[in-house]
């Protein structure tokens, strides 16, 4: 049997939810892009196929990325700049305003609910105030009910739960910024 994608919608309880890694990857009402392939075609096969997905020019697009764990966020920063991505990164939600004050207006926010000096939905409400239109990537290695205390549920959301892989946040990005455009 050949190489497919598996193309469905989905919603969980108004959330936009990303899974992980043994999982589709799903994003809003639609699932981003997941390779499958028969067991006697191998893993290359479908690394292939992932890879010629996934490897294209997004665009001229900048990023905000806040993030306060340095080793997910050096790693977010590379997948996303091999993407062709512009990236901008904070550590904090203070670092994040002070770029925000300062005029710059990224394309998409991608930032980690539990930040050490507030939290990921103050910073999405920041941002809306100066790009109404901007995208927002909530990620979090914490379940469900502890970020559903900060705001972070409801059909406006789009949610990467930790740990996610390159592919997986690469899609998510893409089809945010191409459901923005």
């Known amino acids: 049997m050949a190489d497919r994608l598996i193309h469905h919608k989905y919603s969980s309880r108004g959330r936009k ?14 699932y981003c892009a997941t390779i499958v392939a028969d067991v006697e075609d191998g893993p290359e096969k479908a690394y292939r196929l ?21 080793l997910v966020q050096n790693v977010a920063i590379r997948v996303l700049e ?18 925000l004050s300062g005029g710059f207006v ?25 790009a109404p239109n901007a995208p927002v990537l909530f990620i979090s290695g914490y379940p469900d009910d502890v970020i559903s205390e900060f705001g972070i549920d409801g059909p406006t959301i789009t949610f ?19 459901s923005a455009g």
């Open 82 to 99: 091999r993407a062709g991505y512009a990236v901008e990164h904070a550590s904090s939600l203070r670092e994040a305003k002070e770029r």
């Open 50 to 70: 992932e890879q010629s997905l996934t490897e294209s020019t997004p665009g001229n697009y900048t990023l905000l990325l806040v993030e306060d764990d340095k």
């Open 17 to 30: 939810h990303v899974t992980p890694a043994m999982n589709p990857a799903r994003i809003g009402r639609y």
């Open 160 to 178: 990467l739960q930790k740990p996610f892989t390159p592919a997986q946040l690469r899609e998510c990005v893409a089809d945010l910024l191409e």
């Open 106 to 130: 990224p394309d998409l926010l991608i930032t980690d609910v539990m930040l050490p000096d507030g939290n990921g939905r103050e910073l999405a409400d920041a941002i809306a105030e100066s």
